[in-house]
């Protein structure tokens, strides 16, 4: 039976994150603009699938739809005491780097029967214009198996807070975008993977294209 929402812990972690760091600095120092609040589901599962520009995009896709959202992290982050502890009510789960994509599909997987929301980044990495230009089946292949619905979210320029050289975040001005609920695919084939994929990128890059 999937769980509604996330673990009380992890509610009250985010929460405590979120108003005492991310937040403040989102409005004050990035004045971010939020769109489409309306159409996150604040209870039961689901895939959140993103573009990617920057290592700031997992706190703000968190931080923007109101509810924590579990990402893959590096397997050795959870070999450090303590940090390893706080990643994971966070809701982070390890993969190990080389290791087969079903090993990510599996730990996704079991967060959303936990209750969690989950993060995608489509693209699979970080793109130098946060455009999305070749979507990866995997989130698909998560939301059908899971048979959870999408949550297509844009973040428009993340990708100038860091500058090659610098390891001072800039104060850009960021954008975030939510878009409606997608169906998860019915089916496992490949084309239907295909078309969800392509369906999502092309969601994701359109709310993209409507810049600040």
């Known amino acids: 039976m999937t769980r509604e929402r996330e673990p009380l812990i992890s509610l009250a972690l ?14 004050t120092y990035f004045r971010v603009k939020i769109y489409g609040v309306e159409n996150v589901p604040q209870t039961s599962p689901v895939l959140v699938v993103s ?21 893959m992290a590096k397997e050795e982050l959870f070999k450090v005491p303590v940090l390893a502890q706080a990643i994971k009510l966070y809701g982070a789960y390890p993969v190990s780097r080389g290791s087969a994509d079903r090993a990510a599909i599996r730990a996704a997987l079991e967060c959303l029967d936990h209750g969690w929301a989950v993060g995608v980044f489509l693209e699979g990495t970080r ?3 946060g455009r999305i230009t070749d979507p990866k089946k995997g989130a698909a292949l998560i939301a059908a ?21 610098s390891s001072l975040p800039r104060a850009v001005p960021i954008t975030v975008r939510i878009g409606k609920l997608i169906d998860a695919p019915t089916s496992t084939s490949k084309p239907e993977l295909e078309a969800m994929t392509q369906k999502c990128a092309t969601v994701i890059n359109e709310m993209h294209d409507l810049g600040r």
């Open 51 to 71: 573009n990617h520009a920057s290592y700031f995009d997992p706190p703000i896709v968190s931080n923007c739809v109101r509810r924590p959202v579990a990402y």
């Open 127 to 129: 793109t130098p214009d």
């Open 14 to 27: 985010y929460q405590a994150f979120k108003w005492s760091v991310v937040s403040p600095i989102l409005h």
């Open 145 to 165: 198996k899971a048979k959870v619905p999408f949550l297509p979210v844009s973040l428009w320029g993340t990708d100038k807070i860091l500058q090659p050289g």
